[in-house]
């Protein structure tokens, strides 16, 4: 899968049900050395404020179609 597949996609967290959003512009940090997915940026706009949450590969369970399932405590959901 590429990057940009995850374009238009509903973020939810699974622990609660909640949605966090829509990836409008995907970005990835990567760990270079091991080749792996570190994190995933998702960045929303809204008006003129650019919002930005970083999910650790870790805690995504499941990239669907149209979703994305993430588990998320709520101390990590406000970063």
Avoid: Y
Avoid at 2 to 31: F, H, M, Q, W, Y
Avoid at 52 to 73: A, G, R, Y
């Amino acid at each position: 899968m590429r990057l940009s597949e995850l374009t238009g996609k509903e973020v939810i967290n699974l622990l609660d049900g909640s949605r966090l959003g829509t990836i409008s512009c995907p970005e990835a940090i990567l760990d270079l050395r091991g080749g792996v997915v570190e994190s995933l940026i998702m960045t929303s706009r809204r008006w003129f404020v650019r919002e930005e949450k970083v999910i650790p590969w870790k805690d995504l369970h499941k990239i669907s179609t149209d979703l994305i399932l993430v588990q998320l405590n709520k101390e990590r959901e406000n970063e």
